[in-house]
């Protein structure tokens, strides 16, 4: 069964940071892709930073690109997604999630493909 636990969310202000955190297994940090995911209200789910199994791919949606930096962390089996520069769009609830794949699977962040999820850490954004 694969676990994800996110942490890391809070209130900051417009223009401030917050560095959000998925603790994974061992197996899972070595054996999946790993995406953080956010949904706002009456929107789709949409998959804003993904890494693949080696850590080698990104993957970051234009709406993000510049600053959100998604990192695997093999010391501390964690996740993370760095953002920067948040604006009032970005608060929401974030996800990570975990699908298992070949070490040479391309790297997908559609969410629909991803199996496992976490219990989400909220983000709020306000001055």
């Known amino acids: 069964q694969v676990r994800l636990v996110e942490s890391g969310g809070g209130l900051v202000q417009p223009g401030g940071s917050l560095r959000l955190s998925c603790a994974v297994s061992?197996?899972?940090?070595?054996?999946?892709?790993i995406g953080w995911f956010r949904q706002a209200p009456g929107k789709e789910r949409e998959g804003v930073a993904c890494i693949s199994r080696g850590g080698g791919t990104t993957y970051y949606a234009d709406s993000v690109k510049g600053r959100f930096t998604i990192t695997k962390d093999k010391n501390n089996n964690q996740v993370y997604l760095q953002i920067n520069n948040l604006t009032p769009e970005d608060a929401t609830v974030y996800y990570c999630?975990?699908?298992?794949?070949?070490?040479?699977?391309?790297?997908?962040?559609?969410?629909?493909?991803?199996?496992?999820w976490g219990q989400g850490t909220q983000v709020t954004v306000s001055s």
């Open positions: 999630a975990a699908k298992r794949v070949i070490l040479t699977a391309p790297l997908s962040c559609a969410s629909t493909d991803y199996p496992d």
């Open positions: 061992v197996f899972t940090l070595n054996y999946h892709s």
